[in-house]
């Protein structure tokens, strides 16, 4: 019987470590538990933070130094949302119409 309760435990922590981490309500530490968000750049979302919730991906790119295009996919794809939502990326740039010569 312990070893049930143990096992249902450890599936629902895993499950809650899995589940995705709002942006606009993380500790410092689970920030910092998102592969690539060291102390540094935790600590200055947090202090974004403080100036008003992120609206968007776009907002919070643009208010957090050092937040790209590029860590912003990988850190959502950790679990990583803002107001709930998943980096959708940028659109793909136009491909180039083929010249000839």
């Known amino acids: 019987m312990f070893k049930k309760l143990l096992l249902i435990l450890a599936l629902f922590y895993a499950a809650v470590c899995f589940a995705g981490m709002d942006v ?5 530490a689970e920030l910092d538990s ?5 102390p540094a750049l935790s600590s200055k979302i947090l202090d974004q933070r403080t100036k008003g919730n992120f609206k968007d991906w776009n907002d919070f790119i643009s208010r957090v130094k050092g937040m790209g295009q590029k860590n912003a996919a990988k850190f959502s794809s950790q679990g990583l949302t803002v107001d709930g939502a998943a980096f959708k990326g ?4 136009a491909a180039k119409p083929a010249t000839s010569k």
Do not use: L, Y
Not at 24 to 28: L, M
């Open 90 to 93: 940028a659109a793909a740039p």
């Open 24 to 28: 606009n309500k993380a500790t410092e």
């Open 34 to 38: 998102i592969n690539g968000i060291g």
